[in-house]
């Protein structure tokens, strides 16, 4: 486990692997204090690799191995080499059969990587590297084998034995054991095996497939928790339906199983046929699960879904090329949240998920392309840049080349690679052969790092009606990449006459007969341009007076775009545009720079002055068009949110977060006085009557409601928070009770001790309800905050070994409560630096995302950075540091 010189490892070393395992025969026995592996491999030499001689390599991690037969006959010590990480077999044949039994720990094993023990059985994960921690094995995506499965348990402790494909026997054993054996028809790579063998219950549905094959769905769970697995059950059978409109493609299994449990590093898996998810996406219920557990519950089981395809079918050559899968994973997972919900409010949640994940990791010292050139430590490189910058960089296929040659793309990928293991380059290749379109340019997506800005300035001549839109393309240097070469980039944008209409679009040089693929054609409303140079020039015609522009719709690229709005001109596009992304996202620039406009005011001894024209664009917000309450509760919850205070800090050259924190929370006060009629009328008027239920349009209400009720209380009115107390008592779903407690946990009363004793007496028994009561006390904007969070370390309800209560405490802390970390003392960071510590000798995995929290650090003031070194550098200096953590530590103080 601990590799005392880490190594980093070079895209430009790949090589194809020198030998092939075409099938591997793997027999698990699960003892009370270990397992016993056999593991049969029939191996032979890579054809396309041929003369080669080399020997015969597996990976290993901490196995005990037992024996190793060579096409039957035991070797002897000197015809293998051992070392921590591999077996070596110098000579071999060109085909052969090669038998290892080893020893593992399932029992001890709290990374959660490979085979471990949780609460009612045994689980596995795989992905990236964790096969080798089960047998001895070729631990690489571009090593595809035919498994077949038997696993062996007690039969009244572990009555479920699971694995990938279809159950072909089972049976007894005597001593009470069982054992049954799975065969998964499709080869694949190590990192999609799985296997479970627990107590569960089972909730089980049927999908006819379009071209009518029957296919049995099951969910398993917790024992007693099946009321809870109905809502993930829908999701699934949503996602096998949109799957199959919206792509054409369809389940290629007779069985799919899904199961939940609590011990999981990160959310979801997708082996094949077996997927293993954090009890997180799949259990809900209204009286414990929000809206938004319900919704990422969908998109979670829709993400691993479609991984299916996206990942299994057509897999990854190696993992430099792992947004091959979870980029484009991602983006149709976010389009099936676009047809399920609001389109645009999904995205705009996406954008600011960006914004405040993506943005500062390519603006910090862990900056990598969405295709990395080279790791320390593949576990740390499940990141947003890979996953959220990896979608947004499909998506803008999809602008470029337009959906119908999109869907072609897809088709060809998959006539052409599937079976494979494949790159990046493969999936755009297929993408422009089919749409015709060139993305050479474009590629540089994949290999350079860092946010792009755009500057924009305008001119517009009336006498001509000509109006130039002059676009400048930089991108700030990143680790190993101090200059950039120009990206191609789509700007998809629309022109506003004075009333608030768009105007037809005539562009210069346009091409009536030969439009761009993916552009509205000459005339529209909306086009998108193509900024392939460093600085360019576009002019629109027959622009009848100065337009206002409203630039990057839809968030068309993942780049910063600059051009001096007035705030006029943004009132002007929050009222009208008609792409409402880019309504909200007015309403995001002027508080932003207001609250800038404020920290200045502050540190000169100033108060905040907050201009008519932001109060009357937020009344009207609330009030919306016609009569009372706004046309889309859901979108009015976003626009009336103020930015995070992580996004603010992002926008400073040096980060003040207690004059971030003073100022958000004074602008938040006086919208709160100025508009107390408005808010307390929308909090009346968008009640959700009748039984609770998920849906877009009671979320949406809801989440107005709720937006309404926390401005409330930042009057600090005693009966406003009355008013969350008692809509905490009285509430029927867990969306209102969670609410009402998130804004009481932010002020001292007597309602907030009251409500957090009571919400844990009631829910101490369901760990996703605790993780929740964990969080919202992490979040909390009281200066007694880490001491608080200090003693929940200690409290019954946590543990160190859950991952959920890690992130929920700890994670939530240091990411979540931007004023309380960054604390002047420096209390947080040392604090953040005893848990990495602690937790670094359990599971480095989830230590190192601890550590990213320091990601930053070199953005604050000299005192707070003297306090970060100290804090990275004692983490740095602890004797037998994982590799994981280490690459996160020395990257950020490098
Ligand atoms: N591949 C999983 C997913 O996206 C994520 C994951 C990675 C889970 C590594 C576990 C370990 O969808
Ligand atoms: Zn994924």
């Not at 690799?49 to 070797?75: F, I, Q």
């Given at each position: 486990?601990?590799?005392?010189?880490?190594?980093?490892?070079?895209?430009?070393?790949?090589?194809?692997?020198?030998?092939?395992v075409?099938a591997i025969d793997l027999d698990i026995d699960l003892r009370?204090?270990h397992a016993r592996v056999r593991s049969r491999l029939a191996i032979?030499?890579?054809?396309?690799?041929?003369?080669?001689?080399?020997?015969?390599?597996l990976?290993g991690?901490?196995l005990a191995l037992e024996s190793v037969k060579l096409n039957g006959r035991p070797l002897?010590?000197?015809?293998y080499?051992?070392?921590?990480?591999?077996l070596?077999?110098?000579?071999?044949?060109?085909?052969l059969a090669l038998e290892t039994v080893v020893r593992i720990h399932p029992?001890?094993?709290?990374?959660?990587?490979g085979l471990?023990?949780?609460?009612?059985?045994f689980?596995t994960?795989?992905?990236?590297?964790?096969f080798r921690r089960i047998t001895f094995f070729?631990?690489?995506?571009?090593?595809?084998a035919?498994y077949t499965t038997t696993i062996h348990a007690?039969?009244?402790?572990?009555?479920?034995l699971?694995s990938?494909?279809?159950?072909?026997a089972?049976?007894?054993e005597?001593?009470?054991r069982?054992w049954a054996r799975w065969e998964?028809?499709?080869?694949?790579?190590s990192?999609?095996f799985?296997m479970?063998a627990?107590?569960?219950?089972?909730?089980?549905?049927?999908?006819?497939?379009?071209?009518?094959?029957?296919?049995?769905?099951?969910?398993?769970?917790?024992?007693?928790?099946?009321?809870?697995?109905?809502?993930?059950?829908?999701?699934?059978?949503?996602?096998?339906?949109?799957?199959?409109?919206?792509?054409?493609?369809?389940?290629?299994?007779?069985?799919?199983?899904?199961?939940?449990?609590?011990?999981?590093?990160?959310?979801?898996?997708?082996?094949?046929?077996?997927?293993?998810?954090?009890?997180?996406?799949?259990?809900?219920?209204?009286?414990?699960?929000?809206?938004?557990?319900?919704?990422?519950?969908?998109?979670?089981?829709?993400?691993?879904?479609?991984?299916?395809?996206?990942?299994?079918?057509?897999?990854?050559?190696?993992?430099?090329?792992?947004?091959?899968?979870?980029?484009?994973?991602?983006?149709?997972?976010?389009?099936?949240?676009?047809?399920?919900?609001?389109?645009?409010?999904?995205?705009?949640?996406?954008?600011?998920?960006?914004?405040?994940?993506?943005?500062?990791?390519?603006?910090?010292?862990?900056?990598?392309?969405?295709?990395?050139?080279?790791?320390?430590?593949?576990?740390?490189?499940?990141?947003?840049?890979?996953?959220?910058?990896?979608?947004?960089?499909?998506?803008?296929?999809?602008?470029?080349?337009?959906?119908?040659?999109?869907?072609?793309?897809?088709?060809?990928?998959?006539?052409?690679?599937?079976?494979?293991?494949?790159?990046?380059?493969?999936?755009?290749?297929?993408?422009?052969?089919?749409?015709?379109?060139?993305?050479?340019?474009?590629?540089?997506?994949?290999?350079?790092?860092?946010?792009?800005?755009?500057?924009?300035?305008?001119?517009?001549?009336?006498?001509?009606?000509?109006?130039?839109?002059?676009?400048?393309?930089?991108?700030?240097?990143?680790?190993?990449?101090?200059?950039?070469?120009?990206?191609?980039?789509?700007?998809?944008?629309?022109?506003?006459?004075?009333?608030?209409?768009?105007?037809?679009?005539?562009?210069?040089?346009?091409?009536?007969?030969?439009?761009?693929?993916?552009?509205?054609?000459?005339?529209?409303?909306?086009?998108?341009?193509?900024?392939?140079?460093?600085?360019?020039?576009?002019?629109?015609?027959?622009?009848?007076?100065?337009?206002?522009?409203?630039?990057?719709?839809?968030?068309?690229?993942?780049?910063?775009?600059?051009?001096?709005?007035?705030?006029?001109?943004?009132?002007?596009?929050?009222?009208?545009?008609?792409?409402?992304?880019?309504?909200?996202?007015?309403?995001?620039?002027?508080?932003?720079?207001?609250?800038?406009?404020?920290?200045?005011?502050?540190?000169?001894?100033?108060?905040?002055?907050?201009?008519?024209?932001?109060?009357?664009?937020?009344?009207?917000?609330?009030?919306?068009?016609?009569?009372?309450?706004?046309?889309?509760?859901?979108?009015?919850?976003?626009?009336?949110?103020?930015?995070?205070?992580?996004?603010?800090?992002?926008?400073?050259?040096?980060?003040?977060?207690?004059?971030?924190?003073?100022?958000?929370?004074?602008?938040?006060?006086?919208?709160?006085?100025?508009?107390?009629?408005?808010?307390?009328?929308?909090?009346?008027?968008?009640?959700?009557?009748?039984?609770?239920?998920?849906?877009?349009?009671?979320?949406?209400?809801?989440?107005?409601?709720?937006?309404?009720?926390?401005?409330?209380?930042?009057?600090?009115?005693?009966?406003?928070?009355?008013?969350?107390?008692?809509?905490?008592?009285?509430?029927?779903?867990?969306?209102?009770?969670?609410?009402?407690?998130?804004?009481?946990?932010?002020?001292?009363?007597?309602?907030?001790?009251?409500?957090?004793?009571?919400?844990?007496?009631?829910?101490?028994?369901?760990?996703?309800?605790?993780?929740?009561?964990?969080?919202?006390?992490?979040?909390?904007?009281?200066?007694?905050?880490?001491?608080?969070?200090?003693?929940?370390?200690?409290?019954?309800?946590?543990?160190?070994?859950?991952?959920?209560?890690?992130?929920?405490?700890?994670?939530?802390?240091?990411?979540?409560?931007?004023?309380?970390?960054?604390?002047?003392?420096?209390?947080?960071?040392?604090?953040?630096?005893?848990?990495?510590?602690?937790?670094?000798?359990?599971?480095?995995?989830?230590?190192?995302?601890?550590?990213?929290?320091?990601?930053?650090?070199?953005?604050?003031?000299?005192?707070?950075?003297?306090?970060?070194?100290?804090?990275?550098?004692?983490?740095?200096?602890?004797?037998?540091?994982?590799?994981?953590?280490?690459?996160?530590?020395?990257?950020?103080?490098?």
């Amino acid at each position: 486990m601990r590799d005392p010189t880490p190594k980093t490892v070079y895209l430009k070393d790949y090589t194809p692997p020198p030998f092939i395992v075409e099938a591997i025969d793997l027999d698990i026995d699960l003892r009370d204090d270990h397992a016993r592996v056999r593991s049969r491999l029939a191996i032979r030499r890579n054809p396309n690799m041929r003369p080669s001689t080399g020997p015969l390599v597996l990976d290993g991690d901490e196995l005990a191995l037992e024996s190793v037969k060579l096409n039957g006959r035991p070797l002897a010590q000197d015809e293998y080499r051992l070392d921590a990480q591999r077996l070596i077999i110098p000579q071999t044949p060109d085909a052969l059969a090669l038998e290892t039994v080893v020893r593992i720990h399932p029992h001890q094993n709290t990374q959660l990587m490979g085979l471990y023990a949780s609460k009612d059985g045994f689980f596995t994960q795989c992905e990236p590297e964790g096969f080798r921690r089960i047998t001895f094995f070729i631990d690489r995506p571009d090593v595809m084998a035919r498994y077949t499965t038997t696993i062996h348990a007690d039969k009244a402790r572990y009555p479920y034995l699971l694995s990938n494909g279809n159950l072909i026997a089972q049976g007894d054993e005597g001593s009470g054991r069982h054992w049954a054996r799975w065969e998964d028809p499709f080869p694949k790579p190590s990192y999609l095996f799985a296997m479970v063998a627990a107590k569960l219950d089972r909730l089980e549905d049927t999908f006819i497939t379009r071209s009518g094959k029957r296919a049995r769905l099951q969910i398993y769970v917790e024992p007693g928790k099946l009321d809870q697995a109905g809502f993930a059950m829908q999701a699934l059978k949503k996602a096998m339906k949109w799957d199959e409109d919206v792509f054409g493609l369809e389940l290629d299994l007779d069985q799919y199983m899904i199961v939940a449990v609590g011990d999981f590093n990160m959310g979801a898996m997708e082996n094949k046929g077996l997927n293993i998810f954090n009890t997180k996406y799949v259990l809900a219920r209204p009286d414990i699960a929000t809206d938004l557990d319900f919704q990422h519950i969908d998109r979670v089981v829709a993400h691993e879904y479609f991984h299916n395809w996206t990942g299994n079918r057509v897999t990854c050559r190696d993992w430099f090329q792992l947004s091959l899968k979870e980029g484009l994973t991602v983006f149709r997972e976010q389009e099936f949240g676009a047809d399920m919900y609001s389109r645009p409010v999904q995205r705009i949640c996406e954008v600011r998920h960006l914004r405040a994940t993506q943005f500062p990791e390519d603006a910090g010292p862990m900056a990598h392309p969405v295709r990395p050139q080279s790791y320390m430590e593949i576990s740390n490189f499940y990141t947003a840049t890979v996953y959220e910058k990896g979608a947004e960089v499909v998506r803008m296929i999809h602008t470029l080349i337009g959906k119908e040659n999109f869907r072609k793309g897809m088709d060809l990928y998959f006539r052409r690679h599937d079976g494979q293991a494949v790159t990046c380059d493969d999936f755009v290749q297929a993408m422009q052969d089919a749409s015709g379109v060139d993305l050479t340019q474009f590629k540089r997506w994949y290999d350079q790092a860092g946010t792009p800005v755009l500057d924009v300035s305008d001119h517009y001549d009336p006498t001509t009606q000509r109006y130039t839109l002059t676009v400048k393309q930089s991108c700030p240097p990143t680790p190993g990449q101090p200059e950039k070469l120009p990206f191609h980039i789509p700007l998809a944008l629309g022109l506003l006459d004075r009333d608030g209409q768009d105007i037809p679009l005539w562009l210069e040089g346009d091409d009536a007969a030969h439009p761009p693929a993916g552009d509205g054609a000459p005339g529209s409303t909306t086009r998108v341009l193509s900024v392939t140079q460093p600085e360019q020039t576009f002019t629109f015609l027959r622009v009848p007076a100065k337009p206002v522009p409203s630039l990057l719709r839809g968030f068309s690229a993942p780049v910063h775009v600059r051009y001096p709005y007035s705030d006029q001109a943004l009132a002007h596009l929050m009222a009208h545009d008609s792409d409402p992304f880019n309504r909200w996202e007015a309403g995001q620039r002027m508080a932003t720079d207001l609250i800038l406009k404020g920290i200045a005011e502050l540190k000169a001894g100033r108060d905040l002055v907050v201009p008519e024209s932001f109060v009357g664009a937020m009344a009207r917000l609330l009030k919306g068009d016609e009569g009372y309450g706004p046309r889309d509760p859901a979108f009015a919850a976003e626009a009336l949110s103020l930015p995070d205070e992580n996004f603010i800090a992002e926008q400073m050259e040096v980060v003040d977060p207690d004059a971030i924190h003073a100022v958000r929370t004074r602008l938040a006060r006086i919208l709160a006085e100025h508009l107390r009629d408005e808010f307390s009328h929308a909090y009346r008027a968008h009640a959700v009557p009748g039984p609770y239920s998920p849906d877009a349009a009671s979320a949406g209400k809801r989440a107005l409601r709720n937006r309404c009720l926390a401005y409330l209380a930042e009057t600090q009115d005693p009966q406003a928070l009355r008013l969350a107390f008692v809509q905490f008592e009285t509430a029927d779903n867990m969306t209102d009770a969670m609410a009402a407690l998130s804004i009481l946990t932010h002020f001292d009363c007597p309602e907030r001790e009251q409500a957090l004793e009571a919400f844990y007496a009631r829910w101490k028994d369901e760990p996703l309800v605790v993780d929740k009561w964990l969080r919202v006390q992490a979040t909390s904007r009281l200066p007694d905050t880490l001491e608080k969070v200090k003693r929940l370390t200690e409290h019954p309800a946590f543990s160190i070994k859950n991952p959920n209560k890690v992130y929920s405490l700890i994670g939530a802390f240091s990411t979540g409560n931007h004023v309380r970390f960054h604390a002047a003392d420096g209390a947080g960071y040392q604090f953040l630096a005893d848990q990495v510590i602690i937790l670094d000798k359990l599971n480095p995995q989830v230590a190192a995302r601890l550590a990213r929290a320091f990601d930053r650090w070199r953005k604050f003031d000299g005192g707070r950075q003297a306090h970060a070194r100290a804090a990275l550098e004692r983490i740095r200096d602890t004797a037998g540091l994982s590799k994981d953590v280490a690459e996160i530590v020395t990257k950020a103080l490098g």
